[in-house]
């Protein structure tokens, strides 16, 4: 199982002057990991799609970062 958002620590030499940041992340879109989009594909309603951005749950991806909190929604 593939997830979409990517976690690192970045490295924090011994003369760095800035304070260290814990975590970093990024985000992967969910149709790097579909080679193509196969037919039959399970579809939102008319409104879950319009509020998620896509007809396919499959291709949606939250934003902000859920593990940073926030309502992906707005």
Excluded at 22 to 47: A, E, H, I
């Amino acid at each position: 199982m593939f997830t979409q958002f990517k976690y690192w620590k970045p490295f924090v030499g011994p003369f760095d002057p800035c304070k260290p940041i814990r975590v970093k992340s990024y985000s992967t879109p969910p149709q790097l990991y579909m080679n193509f989009q196969p037919p039959g594909l399970p579809q939102f309603t008319p409104q879950e799609a319009l509020m998620a951005g896509t007809l396919w749950p499959q291709l949606y991806s939250p934003y902000p970062d859920p593990q940073k909190g926030g309502n992906p929604h707005g």
